[in-house]
C-alpha cells in the first residue's frame, strides 16, 4: 500500500488534485471532512470545543458553526492552538482506522490523505511520498473570497495564519536531501 500526503495552503487547488486521483482509483481520505465529523453535535471533542470557547460558537441546532470557530482561531493563535490539540488526536486516530479498513480491502491500494497541515503538525513522515499543490497568493485570496464568502480582510488573516508555501517547499526539499544521504549511509 501506497501512503501519500496531499498538503497545501488553503484554497490552492487540493481538492481538484484530490478528485484527479480519484479518478485514477486511488481512495481519499479527507481531512477536512474527518475534521467536521470528530467535531459533532454531542461527541467528546465537540464538548471539548464548547467548553473552551463557550456556546457563542453553536448555530441554532447546536452544531458548530465553522465561520465563528474560524474567526476566533484564524485570530488568535493561541486559540488555535488549543483547537488542534482538541481535535488533532482524534483526528489522527480516524485517519489511521480508515487507513486500516482501506488496506483490509486491498494491499495494494494508493491512498491519498488530504491534508492541509501535513507539514506544519510534522506529520510527513507518517506518510510516503507528499505532493505539494500551490497556487499564488493572490489566487488563494481570490479563491477564498469567491468560495467561502470571505472578506478580503478575513481571507488575508486566514492566508497569513498558515505558514508560507516557500517554508513547506523549503521543509521539503530539507527533508528530501536528508533522506537521501541516510540511504547513502546505510549503503556504506
Same mark, same amino acid.
Given at each position: 500500500?501506497?501512503?501519500?500526503?496531499?498538503?497545501?495552503?488553503?484554497?490552492?487547488?487540493?481538492?481538484?488534485?484530490?478528485?484527479?486521483?480519484?479518478?485514477?482509483?486511488?481512495?481519499?481520505?479527507?481531512?477536512?471532512?474527518?475534521?467536521?465529523?470528530?467535531?459533532?453535535?454531542?461527541?467528546?471533542?465537540?464538548?471539548?470545543?464548547?467548553?473552551?470557547?463557550?456556546?457563542?460558537?453553536?448555530?441554532?441546532?447546536?452544531?458548530?458553526?465553522?465561520?465563528?470557530?474560524?474567526?476566533?482561531?484564524?485570530?488568535?493563535?493561541?486559540?488555535?492552538?488549543?483547537?488542534? *490539540?482538541?481535535?488533532?488526536?482524534?483526528?489522527?486516530?480516524?485517519?489511521?482506522?480508515?487507513?486500516?479498513?482501506?488496506?483490509?480491502?486491498?494491499?495494494?491500494?494508493?491512498?491519498?490523505?488530504?491534508?492541509?497541515?501535513?507539514?506544519?503538525?510534522? *506529520?510527513?513522515?507518517?506518510?510516503?511520498?507528499?505532493?505539494?499543490?500551490?497556487?499564488?497568493?493572490?489566487?488563494?485570496?481570490?479563491?477564498?473570497?469567491?468560495?467561502?464568502?470571505?472578506?478580503?480582510?478575513?481571507?488575508?488573516?486566514?492566508?497569513?495564519?498558515?505558514?508560507?508555501?516557500?517554508?513547506?517547499?523549503?521543509?521539503?526539499?530539507?527533508?528530501?536531501?536528508?533522506?537521501?544521504?541516510?540511504?547513502?549511509?546505510?549503503?556504506?
Amino acid at each position: 500500500m501506497l501512503i501519500v500526503g496531499l498538503t497545501g495552503g488553503i484554497a490552492s487547488g487540493k481538492s481538484t488534485i484530490a478528485d484527479m486521483f480519484k479518478r485514477e482509483g486511488a481512495y481519499i481520505i479527507d481531512i477536512d471532512m474527518v475534521s467536521r465529523d470528530v467535531v459533532k453535535s454531542g461527541r467528546p471533542a465537540w464538548q471539548e470545543v464548547v467548553h473552551i470557547f463557550g456556546k457563542e460558537v453553536l448555530n441554532e441546532d447546536q452544531t458548530l458553526n465553522r465561520k465563528k470557530v474560524g474567526d476566533i482561531v484564524f485570530s488568535d493563535a493561541g486559540k488555535r492552538k488549543k483547537l488542534e *490539540k482538541i481535535i488533532h488526536p482524534k483526528i489522527t486516530a480516524e485517519k489511521l482506522r480508515q487507513i486500516g479498513e482501506i488496506e483490509a480491502q486491498n494491499k495494494r491500494a494508493i491512498v491519498i490523505v488530504d491534508m492541509p497541515l501535513l507539514i506544519e503538525t510534522d *506529520k510527513q513522515d507518517t506518510v510516503d511520498k507528499v505532493v505539494l499543490v500551490y497556487a499564488s497568493p493572490r489566487n488563494q485570496i481570490e479563491r477564498l473570497v469567491k468560495r467561502d464568502g470571505l472578506s478580503l480582510e478575513e481571507a488575508h488573516k486566514r492566508l497569513a495564519s498558515q505558514m508560507p508555501i516557500e517554508n513547506k517547499k523549503n521543509t521539503l526539499i530539507i527533508l528530501s536531501i536528508m533522506k537521501s544521504r541516510s540511504k547513502r549511509y546505510k549503503k556504506q
